[in-house]
């Protein structure tokens, strides 16, 4: 993350999570500034726009592409976390807060050609799938 950003986190105590439409990599937004078809058939905006945050942690720090797009200027800053205990505090955070969701899962990189479907192919779904 950038440096202004990581100081604040460890200064008071939180994480800083983006809005994906603020992240430079149009393909790691796509999916919030795609548009989307819905259910009549009419094309509308991603309906989470402003209701969705992200933070990214990565398993291989030293990737120079991962570097060069979360660091500004190339002044970063690398902070280890215990996984374990992320997973406890997001768990206790989203049960003191109901309106808040939190969604842990792994990022699926693929290859622009093999991306089958346009996302303004892609229905619009309002509520979250529960997933057992």
Excluded: H
């Amino acid at each position: 993350m950038p440096l202004e950003y990581a100081l604040g986190s460890l200064k008071n105590n939180y994480l800083w999570l983006a809005n994906p439409t603020r992240w430079e990599d149009p393909f790691e937004k796509r999916f919030v500034t795609a548009k989307y078809i819905d259910e009549t058939g009419k094309e509308k905006n991603f309906s989470w726009l402003v209701r969705v945050f992200c933070i990214c942690f990565t398993q291989t720090p030293r990737s120079e592409a991962y570097w060069s797009v979360y660091s500004r200027k190339e002044i970063g800053i690398q902070l280890r976390n215990n996984r374990s205990e992320l997973l406890k505090e997001l768990d206790e955070f989203s049960k003191d807060y109901e309106n808040f969701k939190v969604y842990i899962g792994k990022v699926e990189y693929m290859k622009a050609t093999d991306i089958k479907k346009p996302l303004s192919q892609i229905p619009i779904v309002d509520k979250p799938k529960k997933y057992e």
